[in-house]
């Protein structure tokens, strides 16, 4: 017969008081009847404090363990209700599992970090749980890790971008902390609302406290930064602003592309090879294979529009490597000489880019001084994206921000029974 002792070991339980343990035979199941401790009874499931007993609740419950070898394991325990002061009727804690859960901590860490390092479909076949308590798990886990660290405590430098989730115009608004590379809020939206929430919570001395802010140049990140934090610099993305110039190049090869179709539906020699050159125009000159090279070459003889918007988005490109490169007066210099020539270009989409990054000239030369950029939040971004698609899609956004909170923000906790790794 095993001991109390091998038995909360092995049950990974903490608090509590095992009381016997059996084998369901008609379920085929282990069951491990229990109680809280003394100093652990009584307690609301929400504040954990101490309140009067109210009713018997449903009875007896059961909760998820960890399996042992092949067979499933439940923990059996009474769930009364306490008459909460702050909550009302409310099941008391346990020392087991969260409240409102049906597994122990041991299972839902274990299945946080599966899914941390692993496809949502491998998790719900290995722990023999349902595909959406996979999200609900993670969403759990992720909201409970939130609310033991102070993740913002020494915010100084942070970053702000959205990202699409799902089809249908559905997106995330994220912030991320330029000094630890850390994600640290995420919330479905992408409007003035959403960015305001976070700080909201971040609170007045806390926003007093950040310094820089890296954006792209949407009016509802810079409105709500100016009002929320009067002592930051907000510095103008240099991904997004050559991603302007990309979008305005590729304007122009569509716009070369439809007048050398000769009409809708319509197809030539000519327009196939417009059609081609759009890798050829979009990526860096020093990545081009010869062939791409000797496409650049035709377009310069063919279609020179074509081929000065693309000298046009690759001056614009220099602008940023010179900064990068610590020549950040010349590359002042550069951005007012670009504004210059654009404006006198006579291509109607860099005429109204040329208008676009005027308007944002301020916040550029910001971002060239203080070397801000959005590269890392792109970063997160994309693990994001593979985190997403190792999940094969999560249709909770709760879901998807607790999965990142945990891989991205580095609230992964450890397997049971193992050591945090630092």
Known sequence: MLTAKVWHRLLGVE?????????DDEAGVLVAHVR??????????RCARRAGGFDQGEGRRRWRALDLGVVQVFLEADAPRVDCPEHGPTVIQVPWARHNAGHTYAFDDQVAWLAVHTSK???????RIAWRTVGAICARVGADAQARVDRWANL????????????GHKYLTIVVDHDTGLLIWAAPGRDKKTLRTFFVALGAQRCGQITHVSADGASWIADVVAECCPNAVRGADAFHVVAWATEALDQVRRDAWNAARGGKGQSTPESKALKKARWALWKNPEDLSEAQQAK???L???????????????????????ARHGFKQAAKDALRRWISWARRCRIPAFVRLQRRVSAHQDAIHISIDHDLSNGLV??????????TRMAFGYHDPDALIGLGMLALGGLC????????VS
């Open 15 to 23: 608090h509590t008081v095992v009381e016997g343990v059996e084998f």
């Open 36 to 45: 809280a401790r003394k100093g652990a009874r009584q307690r609301c499931g």
């Open 121 to 127: 479909t491998a998790v719900g076949a290995l722990m």
């Open 156 to 167: 100084r430098r942070i970053g702000i971008d959205e990202i699409s989730y799902k089809k």
């Open 296 to 298: 650049l070459d035709w």
């Open 300 to 322: 310069a003889k063919t279609h020179p529009r074509v081929h000065r918007a693309w000298a046009l988005k690759e001056g614009l490109r220099m602008v940023f490597t010179l």
């Open 378 to 387: 792109e970063s997160v971004n994309t693990k994001l994206r593979l985190l």
């Open 413 to 420: 906790p450890p397997l049971p029974g193992r050591a945090r």
